[in-house]
């Protein structure tokens, strides 16, 4: 199942003409473009799907909708790794690592 699911943004930057951002989404770390909303800034949440954030979202929302998709285990679907069905390493890169 492909799921749109709200992150925050952690940084922007200018890659080769688009515009990318470091997203969480309840710790899970992933790569996203922001072509789509063009004015999103660090902070800020949007809905993501299939790597592209479509939708700003605030904050309070976006917070309820992961952790029901946390809940239900949607989170794990959607960003686990098949091999490491249970391990945090199939979530994507941790906060630390998307820091480093």
Known sequence: ?????????????????T????????GVV????????????VGEYAVVHVGFALQRLDE???RRTLEL???LGLLQEEFGDPDEPDGPEGFGRSREEARR
Not at 2 to 7: D, E, F, N, S, T
Not at 30 to 41: A, G, M, S, T
């Open 1 to 17: 199942m492909c799921l749109a699911v709200p992150g925050r943004v952690l940084d922007i930057e200018d890659r080769d003409g």
């Open 69 to 71: 998709f946390e809940n």
């Open 30 to 41: 992933k790569e996203v473009c922001l072509e789509y909303l063009p004015d999103l800034r």
């Open 19 to 26: 515009r990318m951002a470091t997203v969480e989404f309840g």
């Open 60 to 62: 309070e929302s976006a």
